[in-house]
């Protein structure tokens, strides 16, 4: 275990400013790449208290902007058309970079990284997906997957999209012949 100095919130870890420790693998390969955390060493804290002021200001601000944009895309929906199965399995999945490349569409800019996505989607129906637009500030997103767009508004009405199955060719003769058997 090395010891860290957050320099931003980290989901399940902690606030900016605290000296955590963690395994040398998620600091080496996450943590210190993407300038969420340094080091632990006296420089390092000399360093961060001297400008620790200047820092929580800045992540303040940060932390301001990303409300406001979250007040703004309060609610939004994105729709994805996908190729499904009978059953309404995908025939593939929809991951992070597809929900990101459509909330741009929708005017919301983010990365794939920001799209918090638990597992893929393997099916049809709405998903509820939290887009994290600052480490202390997220919003849900509903995502819509349909294979039409009038599937997709019929599933954004809330209505049932299982299709009725046609009956085969084997049913129809069973049907026949058991109505031929009853008349007899």
């Known amino acids: 275990m090395i010891e860290i100095i957050l320099m931003q919130r980290v989901e399940k870890l902690g606030q900016m400013g605290e000296v955590v420790k963690v395994k040398p693998g998620y600091a080496r390969n996450f943590l210190l790449p993407l300038g969420k955390a340094i080091r632990a060493n006296k420089s390092n804290l000399e360093k961060f208290e001297s400008q620790r002021a200047q820092l929580e200001a800045q992540n303040l601000k940060r932390r301001e902007e990303a409300e406001r944009v979250a007040e703004r895309m309060d609610g939004l929906t994105v729709t994805i058309i996908r190729q499904a199965g009978e059953s309404g399995g995908l025939y593939g999945s929809v991951s992070a970079r597809d929900i990101a490349d459509l909330c741009k569409e929708g005017g919301l800019t983010v990365s794939r990284s920001q799209v918090l996505l638990e597992q893929p989607i393997k099916t049809l129906g709405l998903t509820k997906v939290r887009v994290e637009l600052h480490p202390e500030v997220h919003i849900p997103v509903t ?24 009956p085969s060719l084997e049913d129809e003769l069973r049907a026949e012949i058991g109505a031929a058997m009853d008349d007899r």
Request: hydrophobic share 30%.
């Open 143 to 166: 995502v819509n997957v349909a294979r039409s767009l009038e599937e997709a508004e019929r599933q954004a009405r809330g209505e049932e999209i299982t299709r009725e199955e046609e």
